[in-house]
RNA sequence: GCCAGAAUAGCUCAGUUGGUAGAGCAACUGAUUCGUAAUCAGUAGGUCCGGGGUUCAACUCCCCGUUCUGGCUCCA
């Protein structure tokens, strides 16, 4: 096939996909154009095309992200338009493509059942197989207000409005017409695989202020094989659940006579945590901080000089005992000025770094707690650097490399973000300017790529923020670092400068993995509860295979022990496979089979979590596998192993 | 907090149009002494989330709470 896109001709294989045409010189956005072109003659501004017929949509582009959108706002498309037929006083709002899938927000007077789903789905599919075509026309604002007006569509004549554009392009296939940016798929026959997947209450606007819509969330695939593998991924997550591994590996649970978003720690998951937190204080110590703690809660007055008390009180626990006179933290700062205050600081002492487990409680709003990833009690890995402001950018700096050596060392990929000034802000011009070129510059010579959040910043300074993603796709922010000009203020922090005056220090809170709880939750479903050796409560499972071997286990279990290996014995009068399976579920790193074979040879058979077995060794030799595999992560990132059981 | 759905044994779940509850696993007891993902038999275990209501009768229907799940908003 031959395409001429903008006067330069183009020659692609028929099928041929967007990676190709992207060697081919052209542009995504060209190729989009392209495809769509030889789709349907009037998707869009087309000037620059010369469009062919298109027989097939699917070998052409439908691998690349921008097919994929295509298809799925085409699907949102064919979604409202079923909604509008099955229910004509509902009203649209906007639907477009997302990660995986779209949606569509609807304002009807009821909420939308399962039933109602299978009977839009089914509209679908008789809209699909009348296979009608996508057409498209621009129109000035005034026409398109009149358009939706004529439609008693109200919603779309506030996006008119909001929008400000000269032109508007209405896309139309059968009876549905919406106010679209498009591009489209030509007919409604090239959708071949979706399915509605859940509704869900949203704001207009995602202001919760605004009135509260219906959203219909779904996925759509370039084909069914597709569809069905989404599906089957979503399953598989689902396996990967920390609360379900939670449960099934003895770590934590909820209670609700404890109280909601307030994990209980079992004896396992209370292990691993504490390798977690002591890993933690221990990296912290080697890189130049100190420890310290303050007490859980601390005097109103404290509170309401921060700031704390008038602008997050909603938030937060008091006790009740001498009404209120004490505030339960819902952040560490105000402990570690009151330390830093203790002595007259000297230029030579900055910049001090303060770091704690800090258990903070916080109370949000009941519908946000999920699992470990958003609790009201939980543990922050928490540090204030004090520093002047010459040395922000060096500390950031710092900090970067701590974060990208800790999260490398888990294996996790991480997107950076960079938040800068809002709209409501305190501080001057002049410390916004220094603060946030500080971390711009960090940014830029860590050489991790990072996006810029415009205005997202906190009221009393910018912020960079460290996301992980869980096992379906969600992203938690975990590391944060965020620059404050008010604490230091509010307290009158101040350290003797080199001219013998006093000046004001700068103050930054970060926190590394952010929360242990969050941590930890996202770290299960990493891993699928497989963790790595040095982090595993029971990093090596004795078993026997008759009572015979009594002996012989518990002088294996103290040879290992001896050696700091988290190791314990099952002797049940059980079947070997039993043993195995359990351990094996379990997730235990490393089995060890003591049968009349090992006792007579003196040696264990050792079978592993994953990989190849490496069999009969002697307990010399198992105890140096283990520690192997516990060091190993360390010696590939460049650190140093720096603890045992 | 808002919208929707859910809550039954330690865990995972059945429970038909209203007639006071069942399975598998786990636990306990006994038999079995066994070689890499589930040995067999038996026993015990439930205020069916809580509180009201309708009914001769409620796990089941209605109302109000609580908690959980999926979203929205917010956030580590």
């Known amino acids: 096939m031959q395409i001429d896109v903008s006067g330069n001709p183009v020659e692609l294989a028929d099928g041929a996909t967007c990676a190709e045409a992207l060697q081919e010189g052209l542009s995504k956005k060209q190729f989009k154009k392209v495809v769509v072109a030889k789709c349907g003659e009037t998707l869009l501004d087309l000037s620059t095309v010369v469009p062919t017929p298109c027989t097939t949509l699917e070998p052409v582009f439908a691998d690349s992200e921008e097919g994929l959108e295509i298809i799925r706002h085409s699907t949102a498309h064919l979604m409202a338009e079923a909604v509008k037929k099955l229910f004509p006083t509902a009203k649209v709002t906007i639907g477009p493509s997302i990660k995986e899938g779209f949606y569509y927000d609807f304002d009807y007077e009821r909420p939308f059942t399962p039933e109602d789903l299978e009977a839009i789905e089914k509209e679908m599919l008789s809209s699909v197989g009348a296979n009608k075509e996508f057409s498209c026309k621009t129109v000035t604002p005034d026409e398109a207000r009149k358009f939706f007006a004529d439609l008693g569509e109200d919603y779309k004549q506030e996006l008119i409005d909001d929008l400000g554009a000269d032109e508007y392009s209405i896309y139309t296939h059968g009876d549905f017409a919406d106010l679209c940016r498009g591009p489209h798929v030509a007919r409604t026959g090239m959708i071949k695989a979706f399915k509605l997947l859940s509704v869900a209450g949203a704001y207009w606007r995602g202001n919760e202020k605004n009135k509260q ?44 006579e404890v109280g909601p978003g307030m994990a209980l720690w079992h004896p396992r998951g209370m292990l691993l945590r504490a390798i977690l937190e002591d890993f933690e204080r221990k990296e912290h ?44 933290k819902p952040m560490n700062c105000l402990a570690h000025m009151v330390i830093y205050k203790r002595k007259i600081m000297s230029y030579r002492d900055l910049p001090q770094r303060y770091f704690e487990l800090g258990v903070v409680h916080r109370h949000e709003k009941s519908g946000v707690l999920h699992g470990l990833m958003r609790v009201r009690t939980f543990t922050q890995d928490d540090a204030h650097l004090i520093c002047r402001p010459d040395q922000i950018e060096k500390e950031i700096l710092d900090l970067m490399q701590f974060y990208s050596d800790i999260y490398s060392l888990f294996g996790f990929d991480f997107d950076v973000e960079l938040s800068t000034r809002p709209e409501k802000s305190i501080g001057s011009d002049e410390d916004w300017e220094v603060a946030t070129e500080s971390l711009r510059q960090a940014l830029d010579k860590s050489g991790m790529g990072y996006t810029i959040n415009e205005g997202d910043g ?59 709880e969050r941590f930890i939750g996202v770290l299960t479903e990493h891993c699928a ?88 060794v002697t307990l010399e030799e198992a105890a140096q596998l283990i520690l192997d595999a516990a060091r190993a992560p360390f010696e590939a990132g460049g650190m140093s192993y720096s603890f045992s059981g």
């Open 213 to 256: 819509l219906q959203r219909i969330y779904g996925t759509a695939w370039q084909d069914p094989k597709a569809l069905k593998q989404h599906l089957h991924r979503l399953e598989e997550a689902k396996k990967r659940d920390h609360r379900k591994l939670g449960t099934q590996l003895d770590l934590f649970s909820f209670n609700d």
């Open 285 to 328: 110590l080697k890189r130049g901080y100190d420890l310290v703690q303050g007490p859980l809660i601390l005097k109103r007055e404290l509170w309401e000089k921060s700031g704390h008390y008038d602008n997050y009180r909603e938030n937060m626990y008091f006790t009740e005992i001498d009404e209120q006179a004490y505030g339960i």
């Open 458 to 516: 906190a009221f009393y300074g910018p912020k960079i923020d460290f996301h992980l993603t869980d096992s379906i796709g969600r992203s938690w922010q975990c590391g944060t670092i965020q620059v404050d000009f008010t604490l230091p203020e509010r307290f009158d922090i101040v350290y003797v400068g080199e001219d013998g005056n006093r000046h004001r220090p700068v103050m930054i809170h970060r926190a590394m993995l952010g929360s242990i």
């Open 529 to 616: 509860g497989a963790y790595p050796v040095w982090l595993a409560p029971v990093q090596a499972r004795i078993m026997n295979v008759t009572d015979a071997q009594g002996e012989f286990v518990e002088k294996v279990q103290a040879f290992l022990k001896g050696k700091g290996i988290r190791v314990e014995a099952d002797v049940r009068n059980e079947k070997l496979g039993y043993k195995i399976r359990e351990a094996q579920v379990e997730k235990v790193p490393f089995m060890l089979v003591i049968g009349d074979k090992e006792v007579e040879s003196g040696c264990v058979n050792v079978r592993v979590r994953e990989g190849e077995d490496p069999g009969m």
